[in-house]
């Protein structure tokens, strides 16, 4: 399969943890076109382990996201194998953090695109963890933002779970001196595997939505064909960058807040409508209620949903997407 | 450490797999006194990866389980080092069955100790599965059970789980045709690692109690002094054996109830105080309440906790120890 889009190679770019990435390639898909005012531009970032086709599922005529009215710009996350990652770039890829990836987009609008302002900052996830980041990195460039099963920063159990998820792949013996050299098969399975506990809720297996809504005859065939088939062909290296790019995740781990993770939050001055999983395990809605506290403008719709995670991905369940579309719905008529 | 206890061996026993355990040793460990007229026995099963030692914080003078008062007798979980083990066995080990379990359980109490009705079957998350196996297979012989973060059978989400915590062990380099041949240190570590996002809640870290109440100084050193030590030097074997039984446990498969789930259940004539926590991320209280509507004398008592599945662990909060240790006295206390 082949996948179209665009690319913009950045010489220089200098990174938090010190090091500099030279012919840094920042790969995008953009939907619709650019008005003539420039005005009608929404970012829309990916999540971990996907890139742009990931978000499709939010993005046509019949939704808020709609490509005749917006121009929306997808860039890829570094580390996902499309924008500068391990698995294209010459030695050992540096640590990068959602705000390396957050400067970086905001290049890719100001000098490539010409965007100065944005209708709205809209993710998923991880992708949810940069819109909270531009909130606050970019407070006079965003109107609006939309976090979906996201947080500001890394809780600290998530942070728990990542390391499960990594020490199930670095378990494979090919992991050396913190480094893949070959494709470690064994440890991708075992992550996927891991990952399968956390993606969908206690609930979602209870009513069986495994088999009656994703058709999978038992759970083992759910396990393989869910999940080891999102993970077994990534790069594994690919997969720890991005890894630690969550981990470390946190909107105010920056020389503008200092670590001051109130005044991050209240320095989104943007029209919030935050929007995590009734049931989801790593973005817990407790996390979202805290944030929103902090927030001048926010409000908080928690998606009435058993499907965990993933109320947030794919589009797996119409239910969940028609939630999530209504409030992008209205927080887009918000002037 | 020397732990002491008592072995009952069996020269012969019949498996619900078909195989047969020859020479197969029952480890336990007695508190306190049979009284004379031999109706004052509690029995208390042991955890996964756990042994009877693991129960004693539940035990004492100044608590329900008061040995001066009752006869504790502690049988320890096939599979678990001390019991019949891959370990200590030699040839492949046989699958074993909660049901196996209890089977050998009654007779170590009939036949080697004299007891004929038990005040109470108590125990935790996989010992609770055996005190409700224990009130459907011997419904007369149990007056009361008290099953404490643990389910009737394995969940299909804990089945999840479970298969994630055993992929990271098994994709260790040393696993090969379904077996440990050598001690497996990175395995181990990273099943260690995954089973951390699983036995406290997210609601526990958010408030830090991995530092303020554990005292570790980070988590980090959470993993590594908590987790990493409880199964480092476990036989990776024995873990296999106890994960295959936990993740097929099933209180109505048997010969008895033949897959009838609400029929096992309906049969507990025991009265029953069913004891999940409030934030348990693998037997959570949504599964106990459905089991106690089948059971004819149950009532739930959510455990008000954000300690999660160790709510029910170890002793580690002192407020839980008081809340279960009240509903066990009370428990108790009925005729």
């Keep these: 399969m082949t996948i179209d889009y665009d690319v913009q190679v950045f010489p220089r770019v200098s990174l938090q943890c010190g090091r500099e990435l030279h012919d840094c390639t920042l790969a995008f898909k953009t939907y619709g076109e650019l008005n003539a005012r420039r005005d009608n531009a929404i970012l829309f970032p990916t999540w971990f382990a996907g890139n742009h086709t990931h978000n499709e599922w939010l993005i046509g005529p019949d939704k808020a996201l709609n490509p005749s009215r917006y121009f929306i710009v997808c860039p ?5 194998g499309l924008s500068a990652s391990p698995s294209n770039t010459t030695g050992r890829f540096p640590p990068v953090t959602i705000c390396d990836n957050v400067r970086l987009q905001h290049q890719l609008l100001t000098q490539r ?55 199930a792949l670095t378990a494979d013996a090919g992991f050396e001196d913190g480094w893949f050299h070959a494709h470690p098969e064994r440890g991708l399975r075992a992550m996927a595997r891991v990952y399968a506990g956390w993606g969908f809720s206690q609930a979602f297996f209870r009513a069986e939505l495994d088999r009656t809504a994703l058709g999978f005859s038992s759970l083992e065939e ?6 080891e088939e999102a993970f077994r062909s990534q790069d594994a290296n690919n997969l720890l960058t991005m890894l630690w790019t969550w ?18 939050l209240a320095t989104i001055s943007a029209k919030a409508v935050v929007m995590p999983s009734q049931t989801d395990l790593y973005f817990p809605p407790e996390d979202s209620a805290l944030e929103v506290q902090h927030m001048p ?8 949903s058993v499907w965990g995670h993933f109320a947030g991905g794919l589009g797996v369940n119409p239910a969940d997407v028609t939630f999530i579309d209504a409030r992008l719905r209205e927080l887009l008529s918000l002037d």
């Design 113 to 167: 695109l010409g965007i100065e302002r944005l209708q709205l900052a809209v993710g998923t996830s991880m992708g949810a963890i940069q819109t909270f980041h531009w909130g606050a990195l970019y407070p006079e460039m965003v109107a609006r933002i939309a976090p979906i099963c996201g947080a500001a920063r890394c809780a600290r159990h998530t942070s728990v779970f990542i390391e499960g998820v990594r020490a």
């Design 297 to 304: 403008n926010a409000t908080l719709q928690v998606i009435p």
């Design 247 to 264: 981990q470390n995740a946190d909107i105010s781990a920056n020389d503008v807040f200092n670590g001051d993770y109130a005044a991050a």
């Design 222 to 227: 759910h396990i393989v064909r869910f999940w």
């Design 76 to 80: 890829n996350l570094l580390g996902n």
